[in-house]
């Protein structure tokens, strides 16, 4: 088994009697619901349907845990402050007391581990524990640290938020969350609902973020996905051989179909589905 501390996350307790209500009403997941031991992925739209944070959300005995990019707890909180007006909920930062670690690959999980959820992503993707601010993987596992963390997401062609996609720029599909079981189409209001129902109903998804092959140096992030001079994308993560990018899917097709290749500065791109896509990729005819 492997494993990674991830310092890059962050966490925020959501505790009171309408903590689990308070965020149904807010982010695109059930989470009010949630069993000890479970977690969903949930994102917090902005009111045009767009992704201000996407987090892994779950059951503490005082109301929720949600485990989000550390950089964005500050302003996770603000937004929460701004939606509570008399809910009976309080919000408390505890990155600095809280390490989030992430376990995977083959082998049973540790024992005695505190708050060890699944991912609720891919089952590829393992489970998180929250230790101690001092707390260290347990004995067994082999730390490959968060580049092997990332590697191991970028092979499952897994989006990360602020590498793959920009916080407040892309749409739940373009991030392939109802994918990845980060939309519940059957749940009550939240906020940007209509749009991304919409979105789903219609099918007009056309820029995903889809896992290439790469023959070339890894491009950077953000480098111009290119047909020709035509641009239809941009990179996001990248190790050697394998990366993310966001396309315009329809755009790819095109230039499958005209024998055009994709490129990303001098990197020649083969775009590939990965096992868990239920969307038409390039070179198919359905989805």
Partial sequence: ??????????????????????????????????????AAYAALLTP??????????SAIPEGVRLDA????????????????????????????????AVLWGDGLLPNGLPSL??????AALGARAYLPADGRLPEGVIDVGPEGWRAHRITL???QGGLDFVYGDAFPHEACMEQLNGIDFKKGCYVGQ???????????ARTRVAPVRIDGL???IGAAVTAGERVIGRMGSAIEGRGLALLRLDRAEDALAAGVPLM???????????????FAFPGETAA
Avoid: C
């Avoid at 310092?7 to 619901?33: K, Q, Y």
């Avoid at 959820?117 to 891919?122: A, C, E, F, I, N």
């Avoid at 749009?195 to 109903?201: A, F, G, L, P, W």
């Avoid at 990303?264 to 239920?278: D, F, H, Q, S, Y």
């Fill in 117 to 122: 959820v699944s991912d609720p992503r891919l």
């Fill in 48 to 57: 045009q349907g767009k992704i201000a944070v996407d987090l892994l959300a």
């Fill in 264 to 278: 990303a500065g001098a990197a020649m791109l083969t775009v590939e589905k990965p096992a868990w896509a239920r």
């Fill in 157 to 159: 062609g897994v989006p």
């Fill in 194 to 204: 209509e749009i991304v129902s919409r979105m789903e109903h219609r099918g007009t």
């Fill in 1 to 38: 088994m492997r494993g990674a501390i991830l310092d890059m996350r962050g966490t925020i307790e959501v505790t009171g009697p309408e903590a689990g209500r308070f965020l149904d009403n807010l982010l695109s997941n059930d989470v009010g619901g949630l069993a000890p031991g479970r």
């Fill in 69 to 100: 990019p550390k950089f964005l707890v500050p302003d996770l909180i603000r937004k929460l402050g701004l939606y509570k007006l008399r809910s009976k909920v309080d919000f408390r930062d505890t990155s600095a007391e809280t390490r989030v």
């Fill in 218 to 220: 890894p491009p950077e």
